[in-house]
């Protein structure tokens, strides 16, 4: 198993522009998450699913969109990048919530926006 | 709503000496607790959970953690520290039963390795 993959490792947007961070995992875990991680601060949740077709906002969703069209699949989209948004991006999945089943991070993208 | 508190945003301590990373949780329910640590440029990795079983937890690479509900607190410890050892730590938390809404995490510990 690969585990939970991340695409691009590194990115550099310039300001107003967009684009799709890719997440995929191999576990068939049903709930996916998608963090960001600021310099000195824990990560903070952006978007969750519970499952294909189904997905909430977490405590910082401003900005961003996802889709989960798959069990697999979780991207998420930056329309209109903004310096904000500077941060490093962590997907990760569990089997099920809370209740003791860890959460499988995958490797993070870093992102700038200038 | 639920919070983690890292007491200390770095610890420095010698190679061989022991480690302690302190977590202070807020929870509603019953909690589930979690440490993850993060190497240089990494994703994170569990080290230990605690999920309303034994308060006393061992988990990977020599580390444990006790839950000790009186005083809300997950603190982490390893007996004698290793050069690899240096990373950042994150104590996490998540409310049984509430849901699918991800994990609350501190702001993390970062670990210094004197040799």
């Known amino acids: 198993n690969a585990g939970v993959t991340q695409t691009p490792k590194f990115r550099i947007l310039k300001i107003g522009q967009s684009m799709t961070l890719q997440c995929t995992q191999d576990?068939?875990?049903?709930?996916m998450y998608w963090y960001r991680q600021d310099p000195g601060m824990g990560l903070k949740l952006i978007y969750y699913s519970v499952g294909a077709g189904i997905t909430d906002k977490g405590e910082v969703p401003n900005g961003y969109n996802v889709s989960r069209s798959t069990t697999e699949d979780f991207p998420l989209r930056l329309e209109l990048a903004a310096p904000s948004q500077t941060s490093v991006y962590f997907c990760?999945?569990?089997?099920?919530?809370?209740?003791?089943?860890?959460?499988?991070f995958g490797p993070g993208t870093r992102l700038t926006v200038t | 709503a639920q919070s983690v508190t890292q007491l200390d945003s770095h610890v420095s301590v010698s190679e061989g000496t022991p480690v302690l990373l302190r977590c202070n949780y807020s929870?509603?329910?019953?909690?589930?607790l979690f440490w993850y640590v993060q190497h240089p440029n990494k994703g994170l990795q569990l080290l230990l959970k605690y999920t309303s079983a034994a308060t006393l937890v061992k988990g990977i690479n020599g580390f444990e953690a006790e839950f000790k509900k009186s005083e809300t607190s997950f603190h982490l410890t390893k007996p004698s520290a290793h050069m690899s050892d240096a990373a950042e730590y994150f104590c996490?938390?998540?409310?049984?039963?509430?849901?699918?809404?991800?994990?609350?995490f501190g702001k993390g510990t970062h670990l210094i390795i004197q040799p």
């Open positions: 929870s509603s329910y019953s909690p589930s």
């Open positions: 996490a938390v998540s409310e049984s039963g509430g849901g699918a809404d991800g994990l609350t």
């Open positions: 576990m068939n875990h049903n709930y």
């Open positions: 990760a999945s569990s089997y099920l919530p809370g209740d003791g089943y860890e959460q499988y």
